[in-house]
């Protein structure tokens, strides 16, 4: 069992700042890649910026500039700092981990369940 829990979200204004959380437990003996994606009303879900565990990062053309993202490989933990944040940036943003579990060799995805940001103009 893995557990995602995604935290930070909420409603801030046309130019503010939040921050996202990501914390993973349960059966996992490593992971990979971390990262964010979104999914606005109507639109298909996108990425938003992932993280190796080597540091490697990858962000979405429509939030390079605005956003950064980073993490504790101690502690599981992905972090989204989110700056400037426009109304077309309205979504649920969710979570998602590649991880090896500590029963398997084999690598996995898996998805936390999101949290709602919106912005208002």
């Known amino acids: 069992q893995v557990q995602l829990v995604e935290s930070g979200g909420g409603l801030v204004q046309a130019g503010g700042s939040l921050r996202l959380s990501c914390a993973a437990s349960?059966?996992?003996?490593?992971?990979?890649?971390m990262g964010w994606y979104r999914q606005a009303p109507g639109k298909q879900r996108e990425l938003v910026a992932t993280i190796t565990s080597g540091g490697s990062t990858n962000y979405g053309d429509s939030v390079k500039d605005r956003v950064t993202i980073s993490r504790d490989n101690a502690n599981n933990t992905v972090y989204l700092q989110m700056n400037s944040l426009k109304p077309e940036d309205t979504a649920v943003y969710y979570c998602k981990i590649t991880y090896r579990s500590s029963y398997s060799s084999y690598w996995y995805g898996y998805w936390g369940q999101g949290t709602q940001v919106t912005v208002s103009s």
């Open positions: 349960g059966s996992i003996f490593s992971i990979n890649t």
